[in-house]
């Protein structure tokens, strides 16, 4: 298994532009997280998943904001328009059931907004 | 509500040098607690678990319920060590952890 995988790796956009990063969790993983990483905040978790149905997305900073999951193995997190603010590394994350099992990450979406 | 705080965003040492990372916790009940660890242009994986009481590239970390901690220790700091540690908590039923804002571990030759 390649593990969690994310497009594009890096993605420069200008401000007001729609960006679309998208995530293949690993096979059979009933969870599926997005988040957001910077400096300032650390780790934030922005929505997840379970069995493709959002479970909890208190953690999306605004409407510009959305995310889906339209089957098992894919998911997106759509941001429109974008700002300079919304620069960050976006991971996504997935996991199995059972409290004990690890989360695993993509290697991230690095987003420059200008 | 659970939270988990790092106090330290930068911990910078040399060599050598013991190491901890600091991580404390507030829940009150039986929390799971996870130490993740993101290498340069890496992603971030699993280090260690506290369930597994294992020891991992020399680190270990106990969680101490009286002062609700589970900080991460390395008696002698390597430079490959440099990295970025979040500490995670897990409550019992909830299959979502909650991160730290990380702590920057820069281990200098």
């Known amino acids: 298994d390649a593990g969690v995988i994310q497009s594009p790796r890096h993605e420069v956009t200008e401000m007001g532009q729609e960006v679309t990063l998208r995530c293949k969790p690993i096979?059979?993983?009933?969870?599926l997280f997005w988040y957001r990483q910077t400096m300032m905040r650390g780790l934030e978790l922005l929505i997840y998943?379970?069995?493709?149905?959002?479970?909890?997305d208190s953690g999306m900073p605004e409407d510009r904001f959305s995310a889906k999951m339209p089957n098992a193995s894919f998911s997106t997190l759509k941001i429109q328009p974008s700002e300079p603010r919304d620069s960050a590394v976006y991971f996504c994350?997935?996991?199995?059931?059972?409290?004990?099992?690890?989360?695993?990450f993509g290697p991230g979406t690095r987003l420059t907004v200008l | 509500a659970q939270r988990v705080t790092q106090p330290e965003k930068l911990l910078s040492v040399f060599k050598g040098a013991p190491v901890e990372l600091k991580c404390n916790y507030s829940?009150?009940?039986?929390?799971?607690l996870f130490w993740y660890v993101q290498y340069s242009r890496q992603r971030l994986q699993l280090l260690l678990r506290?369930?597994s009481r294992e020891s991992i590239k020399g680190f270990t970390a106990d969680l101490n319920k009286g002062e609700t901690s589970f900080h991460l220790k390395k008696p002698f700091a390597q430079e490959e060590d440099s990295a970025m540690y979040y500490c995670?908590?897990?409550?019992?039923?909830?299959?979502?952890?909650?991160f730290g804002r990380g702590t920057s571990l820069i281990v200098h030759p």
């Open positions: 994350a997935s996991r199995g059931q059972g409290a004990a099992n690890e989360q695993f």
């Open positions: 096979s059979g993983h009933d969870y």
């Open positions: 998943f379970n069995n493709n149905v959002p479970i909890d």
């Open positions: 829940y009150s009940g039986s929390p799971e």
């Open positions: 506290h369930i």
């Open positions: 995670a908590l897990m409550t019992g039923g909830s299959y979502i952890p909650t």
